[in-house]
């Protein structure tokens, strides 16, 4: 290992040796300890450059890669290359010349300031465990051995952490302990090495190892549909089938006129019987309709065209139709009725795919659907009532909503859309007037208007504009068909909102201009800049939908942070508001 180690000490003198005070030599081995500090720079930029292919998979060949380069990159060469070099320093200060050239050998022998002959100096001292354990009394010796032989490696240990760190940006931090637990290891095996030569290696190992995090971080994080398809759970290879013995084919098709029916069955003659007296006939029995209409109305109800729904008060009022609360008479709760304004054939469609979507959704933070209804103006959704009000108006009543308030916004509301992603379904129009607060806080997503499941048709009414132009993702708003990425988009706004109580975009004074700007793809101008989810935001809001991270990978997120900030995510949003009897 000496000649090894004595070809990197040549390099390094070559490179960096000035003739001051220690001596060139000492300015060199602080050279070679830059130099044995990019190992694990390396090893950082090898696994930054791996995540980009696998992303968050740390199970396998992953693990046993990461392992193997903490190993080989982080231990063992920093450890013999630093034992090396105090082995080559020793040689030399015993006489023998440790791999290195007579001159060398001799400029080793030239003496510097007040540390004597650089052999001596950095050969013929105590090595780093006699200096720490057996000092030998100076207490300013024994101060100046502490700070260069404790507190730089724990400097670079911290910096080893950071450049780790960086490598797995946008994971889990735990897979950095294959990288910085050899390092402590390196640490504590070097305790053999000469104290004077470990102090001048320590030197010149820190700065390279704060430098080495800029490398890893340009080569920057995996983009969010890698750290998507590493987080979805691998498929399970189906078993062959059982081979058959004979392989049976199908009958060959007949059309049904051609087909042979078999004769039916002889009959058996009828049977006489006597005749008996005639007793009177009972009333005819009623025959089933041959098609299905409405259930017969019981006796001391309403007659027909009547409702089974007491209306309130009118919630709501646009375009498509009209929101009330009403009661339902038959089951005596309430519920929030939406009757659509003209029952033509688009209108039933929307109504049908609106209650599809609802129905196949089932989580706490989704409104729930009971019903659809005819009612005498028209088709109608019955719908859960919600008591609150929505996150608009709590936003411009009570001001805006601090970092764990809106975490818990954006979590619970990511797994909602999740959720309706996961059944097909997409909302297409995420907006602060379309997340109600209860009064304990917690938020509702509601009015799946305008949601299509995978499959449905297209709607092509004139004039028809799927979502609020404020919080439309840039890619719908140019005509592209929405996506899980724009539901995405719009919920980001939504939080953007309630933390700033702005669009992201800012307002505009026509929706038709605003609709331009989300057209254009402008750059979001009234981000909450000082919020802890700034960064988030503006990934999210990405224009270019890949960019943008999935709403699983939001909700991990954030639920992290508040996880470490002592928050629960199932905590209320707003003020809690006693609820009014």
């Not at 390099?11 to 060139?24: E, Y």
């Not at 005749?275 to 109800?301: D, H, I, R």
Request: glycine share 10%; with cysteine; hydrophobic share 40%.
């Amino acid at each position: 290992m000496e000649s090894i180690a004595s070809a990197l000490l040549s390099l390094a003198h070559a490179l960096f040796a000035p003739g001051f005070c220690p001596g060139d030599w000492a300015w060199a081995t602080s050279a070679a300890g830059s130099i044995i500090a990019l190992f694990p720079v390396a090893a950082a930029v090898v696994v930054a450059i791996m995540r980009k292919f696998t992303g968050n998979r740390y199970h396998g060949p992953p693990l046993i890669v990461i392992g193997a380069i903490g190993f080989l990159l982080v231990f063992l060469l920093p450890w013999l290359y630093a034992n090396g070099i105090s082995s080559v320093f020793r040689a030399v200060f015993d006489g023998r010349a440790g791999g290195l050239s007579q001159s060398a050998v001799s400029e080793l022998g030239v003496q510097y300031c007040f540390v004597g002959t650089q052999a001596e100096y950095l050969g013929g001292g105590q090595n780093v465990y006699e200096t720490l354990f057996y000092p030998s009394g100076d207490v300013f010796a024994y101060g100046y051995y502490l700070g260069g032989l404790i507190g730089l490696p724990v400097l670079a240990l911290l910096g080893t952490v950071l450049l780790m760190r960086t490598a797995l940006r946008r994971g889990p931090k735990w897979p950095g302990r294959l990288l910085w637990i050899p390092f402590v290891a390196f640490v504590l095996l070097s305790a053999g090495v000469e104290a004077n030569t470990a102090v001048h290696l320590w030197l010149g190992y820190l700065p390279v190892t704060v430098l080495g995090i800029i490398p890893v971080a340009l080569v920057g994080p995996p983009s969010w549909s890698t750290i998507q398809n590493s987080d979805r759970p691998p498929q399970r290879e189906q078993p062959p089938p059982l081979p058959q013995a004979e392989e049976r084919k199908p009958p060959p098709y007949v059309p049904p006129e051609q087909e042979q029916k078999p004769p039916p069955p002889p009959q058996p003659p009828p049977r006489q019987y006597p005749p008996t007296a005639v007793a009177p006939s009972p009333e005819p029995p009623q025959e089933l309709a041959a098609a299905p209409g409405p259930v017969p109305v019981p006796p001391g109800s309403a007659g027909a065209g009547s409702s089974r729904f007491r209306r309130v008060r009118r919630l709501g009022h646009g375009g498509f139709g009209t929101v009330w609360e009403a009661v339902d008479t038959q089951l005596g709760r309430t519920v929030a009725l939406k009757i659509a304004h003209a029952p033509d054939r688009d209108t039933e469609q929307r109504m049908q795919r609106e209650g599809r979507a609802l129905a196949a959704l089932s989580h706490p933070h989704c409104v729930r659907v009971y019903d659809l209804v005819e009612e005498p103006d028209g088709l109608a959704l019955v719908m859960e009532y919600l008591h609150g009000q929505s996150l608009a108006t709590a936003v411009d009543t009570g001001g805006t909503l601090d970092d764990v308030a809106a975490g818990r916004l954006w979590a619970t509301m990511a797994s909602a859309l999740s959720a309706a992603h996961d059944k097909g379904v997409l909302h297409r129009d995420v907006k602060p007037s379309n997340v109600i607060v209860d009064p304990a806080g917690m938020p509702h997503l509601i009015d799946f208007g305008i949601a299509r499941s995978k499959g449905d048709s297209t709607l092509t009414a004139t004039g028809m504009m799927i979502g609020t132009p404020d919080f439309v993702a840039p890619e719908t708003a140019g005509g592209a068909p929405a996506s899980p990425a724009s539901d995405a988009w719009q919920l980001a706004a939504t939080v953007s909102y309630a933390l700033s109580g702005y669009p992201p975009r800012g307002t505009r004074e026509t929706p038709m201009a605003a609709l331009m700007a989300a057209a254009r793809a402008e750059p979001p101008s009234r981000l909450p800049r000082q919020s802890v989810h700034a960064r988030l935001l503006i990934a999210s809001l990405d224009p270019e939908p890949r960019n943008r991270p999935t709403l699983r990978a939001v909700s991990k997120e954030v639920e992290g942070w508040l996880s470490r900030a002592g928050k629960s995510v199932d905590g209320p949003v707003t003020r809690v508001v006693p609820r009014v009897r």
